[in-house]
């Protein structure tokens, strides 16, 4: 069968064949089953003719470059890594003394009121158990294991780095040398500015659609908005996007290409409970919520009892690391309850789209022939349109 043909500047910038990319997706669920994009996802899709990318942020350095190592002997195409280098991980500074103990940085009455949200949604409260090394000395304060993640992704010399949050100048220059091309996400136009500044290859501007952090901005109103304030620095739309007609929605716009996560969710390679799958399809366009709950930055999810309390009890979340050290005893409890229903399920609002689980290959080649009707055809049939001369 003859391959659709739908190519913009993007694939001439990575070398892939369709104008798609899957979201560096990291871990859901409380962590336990590593990241969602991982080897045979990140294959499937560059196998396909887009660019699979791993969700980095789930991974230690080391467990990182294995990684990396899978995805090259499952494909010779190109493909990416993301990382989260968020700038106020553990509360902000980039140098300074962390405490013996992490968790005294959580205000007291933090805790207590996290065993009232627990105690509403019936969860008996456990302490989860605590590993040695913690009681220890102090330790450095970093940016948490972005540093060495970071190394990985230069000593590798991966075609594509994506930078979910924070920045990537501290790196930039060596990542130029060696060939990699940074996209790097934002949710507004004043961040775009910041990375398309420091020297991005292309500004990811995701909308408040999307699945996992987001920001406040829609997809519909804030590409146009990052196109014209970053030109000739190209734009790869993304939040909400998950089949044809978003993709070509996002190229009328003037973005050279789409970044997707939410539709590869439900991806038969998507390392992902199967329970958070069903819970995708299940999901309308209504059963999504932002949250600071699970990670202290503004995330959506598939909603849950859990994160209805936890919004309605006005706790005030704590920075990126440390809301993650608040919320242990929290998700432990609800493990141990049996309630993997309240763990973090990140997903967009284009859930509601989602119908079954099958291959990426599939969902790939569905979105980019859909995108390929509409541009090339369907439109002409059903607007008429001519620009004054
Ligand atoms: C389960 C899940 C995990 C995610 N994890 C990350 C991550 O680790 N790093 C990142 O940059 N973005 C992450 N994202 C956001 C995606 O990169 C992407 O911007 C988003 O999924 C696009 O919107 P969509 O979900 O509507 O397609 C995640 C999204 C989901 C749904």
């Not at 990575?14 to 994009?37: F, K, N, T």
């Not at 044809?244 to 038969?268: D, H, N, Q």
């Not at 309630?339 to 989602?354: K, P």
Request: hydrophobic residues 45%; contains cysteine.
């Amino acid at each position: 069968m003859p391959r659709p043909v739908l190519r913009t500047s993007l694939c001439d910038m990575l070398g892939i064949e369709y104008p798609v990319i899957l979201a560096g997706m990291g871990p859901v669920a409380g962590g336990i089953s590593g990241p969602v994009a991982t080897a045979p996802l990140v294959a499937a899709v560059s196998n396909a003719g887009g660019l699979g990318v791993i969700g980095g942020a789930g991974f230690g350095a080391e467990r990182l470059r294995e990684e990396i190592n899978t995805v090259r002997s499952m494909t010779d195409k190109p493909f990416g890594v993301d990382l989260l280098l968020p700038s106020n991980f553990m509360g902000g500074a980039a140098s300074g003394e962390m405490p013996p103990d992490p968790r005294d940085l959580i205000p007291k009455e933090t805790y207590e009121g996290l065993k009232r949200v627990a105690e509403e949604v019936g969860i008996p409260w456990q302490q989860a158990p605590r590993p040695a090394s913690t009681a220890t000395a102090p330790r450095r304060r970093s940016g948490g294991m972005s540093d060495e993640q970071m190394e990985v992704v230069i000593e590798e010399k991966v075609a594509v780095f994506a930078s979910g949050l924070g920045s990537p100048a501290p790196w930039m220059e060596r990542l130029k040398a060696n060939g990699t091309k940074v996209l790097s996400l934002v949710g507004n136009v004043k961040n775009a500015k910041r990375v398309a500044g420091i020297g991005a290859d292309a500004v990811v501007a995701q909308g408040t659609e999307a699945g996992g952090h987001t920001g406040r901005i829609a997809t519909m109103a804030l590409v146009p908005q990052v196109i014209d304030a970053v030109s000739p620095t190209p734009v790869i739309a993304a939040g909400g996007i998950a089949d044809g007609r978003g993709l070509a929605a996002s190229l009328a716009m003037g973005a050279i290409g789409v970044w997707c996560g939410t539709a590869f969710l439900v991806s038969e390679e998507a390392n992902q409970p199967e329970m958070q799958k069903q819970r995708v399809l299940a999901a309308t366009d209504e059963d999504t919520k932002i949250t600071r709950l699970y990670s202290g930055k503004t995330m959506r999810n598939i909603t849950n009892p859990l994160i209805e309390a936890y919004e309605a009890s006005g706790i005030k979340a704590l920075p990126m690391g440390i809301q993650g050290m608040l919320i242990q005893d929290l998700i432990y409890s609800a493990r141990q309850a049996g309630r993997e229903d309240l763990l973090m399920n990140a997903a967009g609002q284009a859930s509601g789209m989602l119908k079954n689980i099958r291959p990426a290959a599939s969902i790939l080649h569905d979105m980019v022939n859909e995108a390929a009707a509409i541009l090339g055809r369907d439109l002409q049939q059903r607007v008429t349109a001519v620009p004054e001369a």
